[in-house]
């Protein structure tokens, strides 16, 4: 038996756990039922984690509701939801120091394991740097390489805009939710993405 994605997401949520500590208790326990039935030698052995951070907070956290109902939307929201943990979860984005413990994506998760290349810019871009992100990300599809940009306004538009009038495939990285689309007039472009294949 291992922790489920519902008990890794709800781990996470507990102040003072961060991506170390939670590896070290998803190595060492295998559900939340038998980390809060530790004893003081099975503590012991977690260096990173503090038993009374987790006995203080993780009984709430199991009782909250909105926290729940939020976990449990999130997870049905995503097509898939690749931990750090998953063998698909991508290797670069493992090098950096904060990488996201959970990707919530929507679309064809196989494109990340593609060459791909970042472009990304100012929201209030000029007429010249649009040119300049057109010529760019043309250039980058025309090579068969995947682009990743923020479908935010500007540059991230133009990014994801022209690689599928091109075909080719996009990722778009997003810090909501999966059920918001910011800014709103981009809503249509995000379906778009992974309508043709991209993430």
């Not at 507990?14 to 326990?29: F, M, P, R, W, Y």
């Not at 010529?135 to 540059?155: N, W």
């Amino acid at each position: 038996m291992s922790f489920s994605l519902f008990e890794k997401i709800l781990l996470f949520h507990v102040k003072g756990i961060g991506l170390a500590s939670l590896d070290q208790i998803l190595k060492t326990a295998s559900s939340i039922d038998e980390l809060l039935n530790w004893s003081d030698r099975d503590w012991y052995q977690l260096k990173r984690v503090n038993k009374d951070i987790i006995n203080e907070q993780l009984p709430a956290l199991l009782k909250d509701k909105v926290l729940i109902n939020q976990i449990e939307k999130s997870i049905e929201t995503a097509d898939e939801v690749i931990s750090y943990w998953d063998h698909s979860y991508p290797p670069l984005l493992k090098e950096i120091a904060l990488a996201p413990p959970f990707l919530f994506c929507r679309g064809n998760v196989s494109i990340l394991k593609q060459h791909a290349l970042a472009i990304v810019g100012t929201r209030f871009a000029s007429r010249y740097g649009l040119e300049q992100a057109t010529q760019l990300t043309q250039a980058v599809v025309d090579r068969g390489i995947v682009t990743v940009s923020g479908l935010a306004r500007g540059i991230d538009t133009i990014v994801h805009s022209v690689s599928i009038a091109s075909t080719a495939e996009t990722i778009a990285v997003i810090g909501t939710g999966l059920d918001i689309c910011y800014p709103r007039e981009n809503n249509r472009l995000a379906e778009t993405i992974v309508d043709q294949n991209g993430l």
